[in-house]
T-cell receptor, first 110, second 113 residues
């Protein structure tokens, strides 16, 4: 067990809706990263939070946003969902060198 | 050009075979390197870190060639349970204090009887 928990595990949304995904990070890790993994692809970096501030962002539009809380848990928000947003969303909490992933949230947009 | 490139496979090998995966990365300033394993519909899990001196963990051996920007993973005496996708991962150190991981597409391995 990695100690990283994501919720929900599965979700179905309609195009145009908004979604919030949650992640509770491993104790002692102040950095949380979010990744999107489409079918047959490797995870793609969305953004990272370090001590509640965004610290790096991948090639994702502004409708992907996030938050990190004082206890280092985190949220990923996606507005105006598109069909191509269907993917496995992974949260990783990390120390300086190693990342521990949650089990992911599988989002399906219909 | 992708930041991290891998042959997607699949590699179909019989049990007991030796199989090698290769990976190249484009950013010469990359700081650290890993192989992750991902089972179907599960999250990636760290298999091993990769060091310039090479490192071994049981049947698994990882190598890094910084000059060629090349990483390899060798699996000896393959087991059925080794069937998974193997992700090459590079740590791109940003200007901040933390860093992000860049993943390859993954190489799928299927070990058969």
């Amino acid at each position: 067990e990695t100690g990283v928990t994501q919720s929900p595990t599965h979700l179905i949304k309609t195009r145009g809706q908004q979604v919030t995904l949650r992640c509770s990070s491993q104790s002692g890790h102040n950095t949380v990263s979010w990744y999107q993994q489409a079918l047959g692809q490797g995870p793609q970096f969305i953004f990272q939070y370090y001590r509640e501030e965004e610290n790096g962002r991948g090639n994702f539009p502004p409708r992907f946003s996030g938050l990190q809380f004082p206890n280092y848990s985190s949220e990923l928000n996606v507005n105006a969902l598109e069909l191509d947003d269907s993917a496995l969303y992974l949260c990783a909490s990390s120390s300086d060198r190693q990342a521990f992933f949650g089990q992911g949230t599988r989002l399906t947009v219909v | 050009r992708k930041e991290v490139e891998q042959d997607p496979g699949p590699f179909n090998v019989p049990e007991g075979a030796t199989v090698a995966f290769n990976c190249t990365y484009s950013n010469s300033a990359s700081q650290s390197f890993f192989w992750y394993r991902q089972d179907c519909r599960k999250e990636p899990k760290l298999l091993m870190s990769v060091y310039s001196s090479g490192n071994e963990d049981g049947r698994f051996t990882a190598q890094l060639n910084r000059a060629s920007q090349y990483i390899s993973l060798l699996i000896r005496d393959s087991k059925l349970s080794d069937s998974a996708t193997y992700l090459c991962v590079v740590n791109m150190k940003d200007t901040g204090t933390a860093s992000k991981l860049t993943f390859g597409t993954g190489t799928r391995l299927q070990v058969t009887l």
